[in-house]
Nanobody
Framework: QVQLVESGGGLVQAGGSLRLSCVASVSIFSFNVMGWYRQTPGKQRELVAR???????HYADSLKGRFTISRDNAKNTVYLQMNSLKPEDTAVYYC????????WGQGTQVTVSS
């Protein structure tokens, strides 16, 4: 069974940084695309960034320059480096893998204090 496990969330002050990790129970080459999404109460889950199996990346326009997605194939891990964090980045962050369907992690809370 495919599992995605996120870690690295927490409480940080505005301007700080966090690095989220998503470890897959299978080779991440199994997924055509892997990505990070975030969700706040009452809002739809939104794309933060995604990376293809070939390493191509795509970011939400509002996050370009602050967030970086990367992957370590040997560790079956996808990362999200988040810099210059703002209070509006507060959300639950979810890891996603797509291969003929969506797989989701359980989410990790990121809270940015002002």
């Amino acid at each position: 069974q495919v599992q995605l496990v996120e870690s690295g969330g927490g409480l940080v002050q505005a301007g700080g940084s966090l690095r989220l990790s998503c470890v897959a129970s299978v080779s991440i080459f199994s997924f055509n695309v892997m990505g990070w999404y975030r969700q706040t109460p009452g809002k739809q889950r939104e794309l933060v960034a995604r990376i293809t199996s070939g390493g191509n990346t795509h970011y939400a326009d509002s996050l370009k320059g602050r967030f970086t997605i990367s992957r370590d194939n040997a560790k079956n891990t996808v990362y999200l480096q988040m810099n210059s964090l703002k209070p509006e980045d507060t959300a639950v962050y979810y890891c996603n893998g797509f291969n003929r369907g969506d797989y989701w992690g359980q989410g990790t809370q990121v809270t940015v204090s002002s």
